[in-house]
Structures are given as C-alpha cells and as structure tokens.
C-alpha cells in the first residue's frame, strides 16, 4: 500500500513539471486549460482565447468542433471598427454572410460584461442564429451586454488584434484585404 502511495506521489510531483513545457511550447499562458483554449495565428501574430464553456457551452464546444474541423483556416477578419471589435468566423463566404454545416446554436446570454478582449458571438437579428462568427472585443461595449452571447476571453495577443488591418465608417467595417487567422486548434490538438 505505502508504495502505492509513493508511486502516485512520485507521478503526480513528475506529471505537472512534464506539462509545464508542453503547454510553454503552445504558447499558453499560465492557468489556461489546453482542452478549452484556442490558438488562433493569425497574419499579424498569436491570439490565445480562453474558452467560457463556463457561460456558454454550446457556443464553445461550437469553437472547438469548428477549430477541429479546421473550418477557421484562412479565414479573413472581415469587419474591423477601430475602438470596437475585429468580427471573423465565416468559413463559408469569408464577408460575413455565411456559417458553417452546423445548426446555429440557441442563445446563451450573461452577465458578463463587453468589456476589451472580451470575444462574443455574431449573429443575425435573431438572438439563436449564431453560427460560427465571432469578435473580438477592442473596447468596452455595454450596449452588447446581455444582447450577445459571451464565449471567450483573450489570454494574449490583445496587442496583435490590435494591429488588425481596419474597415471605415462608410463600409460598416467592411475590410479590403483583410488580415486572416493562418489556422485556429483547440491547444489540446496541438503537437
């Protein structure tokens, strides 16, 4: 029994030291949990997204299913408003018109506030149409609260968002040549 215990001791010392360079490796910061994060490289660098499957499961095991499916390669962040949000997502059509092969997922509101780095979930005028765009947040936004659903929360890379080529005014947005996420994995997916 007592060498049992050592071995579970000796495994549970070794197995988080063994971790810790997998995740550094990823790119993750401290604390993120691999099976609810995901990696998006995008043209201009990194952005790593905590996933709130906390507030909104169906929307973050949507993220991941899409990630997997490698839905997200190359798909351009088709509306960018400076001091607002970075939209993207729509592996479809790439302009904002499209989803996925999927059912759009109900609506799974919070209190959780718009605030910088915050990402949400687009959607049409019908609060369960989401799909598989997304934004992120570049400043607080209370009109959206309660109103969008909260799926996320960026862990690093706000300073490469930021740099996101932007849309104007006149196009709601719309962004000519438009920066991409390269690729989009779940960190537990990635070698």
Same mark, same amino acid.
């Given at each position: 029994? +007592?060498? +049992?215990l050592?071995?579970f ?12 360079p997998?995740?550094?490796q ?15 490289d ?25 990630a ?11 509306? $960018? ?6 939209? !993207? ?7 904002? !018109? ?6 759009? $997922? ?8 718009? !605030? ?8 049409? /005028?019908?609060?369960n ?6 934004f992120?947040?570049?400043?607080d936004?209370?009109?959206? /609260?309660?109103?969008?659903? $909260? ?11 930021d ?10 947005? !719309? ?17």
């Open positions: 029994m +007592m060498r +049992m050592a071995l001791a000796v495994l549970f010392a070794v197995a988080p030291a063994a971790i810790v997998a995740l550094a990823q790119g993750l910061p401290a604390g993120a949990d691999p099976q609810n994060t995901l990696i998006i995008t043209t201009q660098g990194r952005i790593v997204v905590k996933l709130r499957n906390d507030l909104a499961p169906k929307h973050a095991a949507r993220l991941k299913q899409l997997q499916d490698k839905f997200y390669d190359n798909v351009p962040f088709h509306r $960018v408003i400076a001091g607002f949000m970075a939209q !993207t997502g729509d592996g479809q059509n790439g302009n904002g !018109t499209g989803g996925s092969k999927y059912p759009n $997922v109900p609506a799974e509101f919070s209190n959780v506030p718009f !605030t910088r780095g915050v990402v949400g979930m687009a959607r049409t /005028n019908d609060p149409s989401a799909n598989s765009q997304f992120i947040m570049f400043a936004a209370p009109s959206l /609260n309660g109103k969008y659903t $909260v799926v996320g929360q960026v862990l690093s890379g706000m300073e490469v968002a740099k996101l080529k932007k849309g104007d005014a006149q196009t709601n947005g !719309t962004v000519v040549g438009p920066d991409k996420m390269t690729s989009v994995r779940v960190a537990a997916d990635v070698k």
